[in-house]
Nanobody, 123 residues
């Protein structure tokens, strides 16, 4: 029932910017924390940024000062604004969300993942 759809990836030159979006749909009671992960070829998936429902954000050291995570609770959407992009930012970016679903009087919380969107930084 719950689905996350990533979008906004593409090819950009070093120093450029890109904005990723992730829309969550389905029978949603509430969404707690949301976040972005990335995975480069041959590497493990790593945390990029997280944001609470109230807007408190945390970032990996490698992206601090360059990336900004935000969310629109009315649209059930999380964003990642990426500035000053570097070749080492090249990866598939995945959004996730801790989604609560009403199960007839109780709330079931599960982590859901998007399908991923490719970000390539190259000259």
């Amino acid at each position: 029932q719950v689905q996350l759809v990533d979008s906004g990836g593409g090819l950009v030159q070093p120093g450029g910017s890109l904005r990723l979006s992730c829309a969550t749909s389905g029978s949603i009671f509430s969404i707690a924390a949301m976040g972005w992960y990335r995975q480069a070829p041959g590497q493990e998936r790593e945390l990029v940024a997280t944001i609470t429902r109230g807007g408190s954000a945390n970032y990996a050291d490698s992206v601090k000062g360059r990336f900004t995570i935000s969310r629109d609770n009315a649209k059930n959407t999380v964003y990642l604004q990426m500035n000053s992009l570097k070749p080492e930012d090249t990866a598939v970016y995945y959004c996730n969300a801790n989604v609560g679903v009403n199960r007839g009087g109780w709330i079931e919380w599960k982590i859901h993942w998007g399908q991923g969107t490719q970000v390539s930084v190259s000259s």
